[in-house]
């Protein structure tokens, strides 16, 4: 793989910070070294002085006055080590990536923390995008993406997709256009990039088949296109065994993946992880030096000594119990879905995440019937233009969560919006 290629003048001028070096180092050192240099602040100044966090049926996490003061720190950019260990451990055991996509000459497998997946998603793009250049994804797409990617001004070109994700056939199709070739051209306009979301889409909830998956992957070879994978509902599939990732197929190193604690430990702690190719992610990290620095010192600490004491089994354990409470959700709104909007709606059942995309018969546009009528029936949901590459383009479609509401509510707000579709058509 020949990585620099992929990135923009902004991702390839950035340089390491010296003092961020300095810091990464110390991290790594006996406590017996005296450090005159980086800038910390002495934490004996700061009025936190210890923490305690009851686990639900588990240990409580305890932060006393050493490790408080660690917590209130800086930190190196990569992410805590003992954190970012853990989660390599935890990649290999669920993805076993190739080593082959791995060895030294082609990059080694790298990962970092981020503020939440989106944080690398975001980084991952500004690294990676140039303005004019073709990027491919499936849309109707989450509305994040098309928020980091839009305005790097790019042009978004749509992959048509169904309840099984991307079709590797259109794919084929769009690709078409170009000779693989010329990829490796300079100022060709052969696509670098291509984004999905492989599991319980938002906002579709459609998940990828391992099939599909591995002739896009096929596709990305032949084309020489980076992959990236935002697999943020991952960790809820329903069914098991959950299917293998585009990161465990990766024999060349050319899949960025990205995860998220968000749906399974909290969405506001905001940690996230990017997965891929140690030259990419340390890109990735240099970016995290010049903006945040590192993600919350004390989140990462929390989060890492609730995993430690979990160990992999207990983390599983957890996320079997996520995914019961998702799932029960789900088929709760399947069958008020079938109570109430039989006749006025489609919907495929996913088989992930937290989302039900419901196509409105009769109606070309929800958008008016969501910003203008709905709250007249005291029943919110997602106009699905939102998540189209060109948001005024009309979309007969709905996003409806079933991760918060109770089974009696969704009921409730399904009764309304069949009341509403009656009166709309
Ligand atoms: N600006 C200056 C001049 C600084 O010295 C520092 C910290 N050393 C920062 C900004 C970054 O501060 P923060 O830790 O709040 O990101
Ligand atoms: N990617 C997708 C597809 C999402 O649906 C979301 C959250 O809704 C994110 C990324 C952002 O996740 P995080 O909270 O980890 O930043």
Not at 50 to 67: F, I, M, N, P, Q
Request: proline share 7%.
């Amino acid at each position: 793989m020949n990585y620099a290629r992929f990135l923009t003048a902004v991702s390839a001028a950035r340089k390491p910070s010296a003092i961020r070096l300095l810091t990464e180092l110390q991290q790594r050192s006996p406590p017996s070294l005296i450090s005159l240099a980086g800038g910390a602040p002495n934490p004996n100044t700061f009025p936190f002085q210890s923490a305690r966090v009851e686990v639900k049926g588990g240990d409580a996490v305890v932060l006393d006055e050493t490790l408080m003061k660690r917590a209130l720190q800086y930190s190196g950019s990569y992410g805590i080590p003992e954190l970012v260990s853990w989660m390599k451990d935890l990649q290999k055991s669920l993805h076993n990536p190739p080593t082959a996509g791995y060895s030294p000459e082609r990059g080694q497998m790298e990962m970092c923390v981020t503020t939440g997946s989106q944080e690398g998603l975001c980084k991952i793009f500004e690294m990676l995008v140039n303005p004019g250049d073709n990027v491919l994804l499936d849309a109707p797409t989450y509305s994040g993406t098309l928020a980091a990617l839009q305005p790097l001004g790019c042009n978004i070109m749509n992959v048509p997709s169904d309840q099984h994700g991307m079709i590797p056939e259109d794919l084929r199709k769009v690709l078409a256009q170009w000779d693989p070739t010329d990829a490796q051209k300079p100022d060709c306009t052969v696509p670098r990039v291509l984004y999905t979301i492989p599991n319980g889409g938002n906002p579709t909830g459609a998940s990828m088949t391992y099939e599909r998956k591995q002739e896009v992957y096929e596709l990305a070879r032949i084309y020489d296109m980076l992959i990236i994978e935002d697999d943020p509902y991952y960790f809820l599939q329903f069914q098991k065994p959950w299917a293998p990732t585009f990161l465990s197929m990766d024999v060349d190193g050319r899949v960025l993946r990205t995860d998220s604690f968000s749906k399974i430990l909290s969405s506001g702690l905001r940690i996230g992880f990017v997965t891929g190719p140690k030259p990419l992610v340390d890109r990735v990290v240099l970016h995290i030096q010049a903006s945040t620095m590192h993600t919350s010192t004390f989140t990462q600490l929390i989060v890492s000594q609730l995993l430690q004491n979990w160990g992999q089994t207990g983390f599983l354990t957890h996320i079997d119990g996520v995914i019961e409470f998702y799932r029960s959700q789900r088929n709760a709104m399947l069958s008020s879905a079938d109570r109430w909007l039989r006749d006025v709606a489609e919907w495929h059942p996913p088989m992930a995440g937290m989302f039900l995309w419901i196509k409105i018969k009769g109606i070309k546009d929800t958008q008016r019937l969501i910003m203008e009528r709905a709250l007249e029936k005291e029943v919110l949901l997602v106009p699905g233009g939102v998540f189209n590459i060109n948001s005024s383009d009309p979309c007969p479609y709905v996003r409806a969560a079933f991760s918060l509401s109770t089974p009696q509510q969704i009921d409730e707000a399904f009764r309304r919006l069949a009341d509403l579709i009656k009166d709309a058509v």
